[in-house]
């Protein structure tokens, strides 16, 4: 099996069970306090790295202005991570991580706004159909008979939908920051300064404390996304430098359907049954379908377009 591929299954496979894993902390931890933990071990993790192969990028690249853009990363990552944790907590795994995908989409549009990047025809063939599947499985979840019946679900779950939308906004400021930077720094340690910047941020408002409370499982459970934190990325980086990044990304477009299936399991193990918010409709998988599919032909887009949107 080819190496990048494999690598990008993994990253794929990380990121697509990461909200189940989440969610199952956010019942007794908020997510400020997660978001925390996570930037906290990634510091820890990636800084050691840093220290111990003395990578540490020249002072003289330290201007005014690169200070500025550091500090935009790490505000954009600390909205991120907040954003989307927060919007998980109203809705289910499969829908945080299924909206999330509207990343890519901003982050082409910045792309062109601020770089003056070309957006090809496949590109735009590809958001087109993104969006039909984000309508369809929008329309398809409000109209199922749970939500029409409680109104205050419905208004809950969009709530929740809006927060991951800022999520994914918050991700293509910091996509677009790192790579303002890229001629200066290592992605690494733009990775780095961002984790250490909105762990210092969130500092402050989190409840470390709170975690005292929790049961062995739960314990398990946030290691395992501090862990996913740093594994992911690190799979994700070496698989495109190994392969395409057109075909990574078209791997890592299966994400959503690796966390409808890892939720689906979770909630098997461990209750014993599948509650009705995860058992999605014809309608809404016909909307996966199509978010997944365009989403894989936006990423293989011309190699020329679409290797200058890679950050």
Same mark, same amino acid.
């Given at each position: 099996?080819?190496?990048?591929?494999?690598?990008?299954?993994?990253?794929?496979?990380?990121?697509?069970?990461?909200?189940?894993?989440?969610?199952?902390?956010?019942?007794d931890?908020?997510?400020?306090?997660?978001?925390?933990? =996570?930037?906290?071990?990634?510091?820890?993790?990636?800084?050691?790295?840093?220290?111990?192969?003395?990578?540490?990028?020249?002072?003289?690249?330290?201007?005014?202005?690169?200070?500025?853009?550091?500090?935009?990363?790490?505000a954009a990552?600390?909205?991120?991570?907040?954003?989307?944790?927060?919007?998980?907590?109203?809705?289910?795994?499969?829908?945080?991580?299924?909206?999330?995908?509207?990343?890519?989409?901003?982050?082409?549009?910045?792309?062109?706004?601020?770089?003056?990047?070309?957006?090809?025809?496949?590109?735009?063939?590809?958001?087109?159909?993104?969006?039909?599947?984000?309508?369809?499985?929008?329309?398809?979840?409000?109209?199922?008979p749970?939500?029409?019946?409680?109104?205050?679900?419905? =208004?809950?779950?969009?709530?929740?939908?809006?927060?991951?939308?800022?999520?994914?906004?918050?991700?293509?400021?910091?996509?677009?920051?790192?790579?303002?930077?890229?001629?200066?720094?290592?992605?690494?340690?733009?990775?780095?300064?961002?984790?250490?910047?909105?762990?210092?941020?969130?500092?402050?408002?989190?409840?470390?404390?709170?975690?005292?409370?929790?049961?062995?499982?739960?314990?398990?459970?946030?290691?395992?996304?501090?862990?996913?934190?740093?594994?992911?990325y690190?799979?994700?980086?070496?698989?495109?430098?190994?392969?395409?990044?057109?075909?990574?990304?078209?791997?890592?477009?299966?994400?959503?359907?690796?966390?409808?299936?890892?939720?689906?399991?979770?909630?098997?193990?461990?209750?014993? =049954?599948?509650?009705?918010?995860?058992?999605?409709?014809?309608?809404?998988?016909?909307?996966?379908?199509?978010?997944?599919s365009?989403?894989?032909?936006?990423?293989?887009?011309?190699?020329?377009?679409?290797s200058?949107?890679?950050?």
């Amino acid at each position: 099996m080819n190496s990048g591929f494999a690598l990008s299954l993994i990253t794929a496979f990380m990121w697509g069970v990461l909200p189940v894993f989440l969610k199952g902390v956010l019942r007794d931890l908020d997510p400020v306090t997660i978001t925390w933990a =996570r930037l906290l071990f990634a510091t820890v993790t990636v800084g050691g790295y840093h220290t111990w192969s003395g990578k540490w990028p020249a002072s003289g690249k330290f201007s005014g202005k690169n200070l500025g853009l550091l500090a935009g990363v790490a505000a954009a990552m600390a909205a991120n991570y907040w954003l989307f944790l927060a919007g998980l907590d109203l809705v289910a795994p499969p829908v945080a991580q299924l909206t999330i995908q509207s990343g890519p989409l901003f982050l082409a549009i910045g792309g062109w706004y601020f770089f003056s990047e070309r957006i090809g025809k496949r590109q735009v063939i590809g958001f087109a159909v993104m969006l039909g599947g984000f309508w369809l499985f929008y329309a398809g979840k409000m109209a199922s008979p749970r939500v029409a019946a409680e109104s205050l679900s419905g =208004r809950v779950e969009g709530y929740g939908i809006f927060l991951v939308i800022l999520a994914a906004l918050a991700w293509a400021a910091y996509a677009l920051l790192q790579k303002r930077l890229a001629a200066q720094f290592p992605s690494s340690f733009i990775l780095l300064a961002g984790y250490s910047g909105a762990g210092i941020l969130l500092g402050p408002v989190s409840s470390p404390g709170h975690a005292v409370g929790l049961d062995f499982k739960q314990v398990c459970y946030l290691l395992f996304c501090c862990v996913n934190t740093v594994v992911a990325y690190g799979c994700f980086a070496e698989a495109v430098q190994r392969w395409e990044a057109p075909r990574v990304s078209a791997v890592l477009a299966l994400t959503p359907l690796v966390t409808f299936v890892a939720s689906i399991a979770e909630a098997w193990i461990v209750s014993g =049954r599948v509650p009705h918010e995860l058992l999605a409709s014809p309608v809404q998988w016909m909307g996966a379908f199509f978010v997944v599919s365009g989403s894989m032909v936006a990423a293989l887009n011309t190699r020329r377009s679409l290797s200058k949107s890679q950050v």
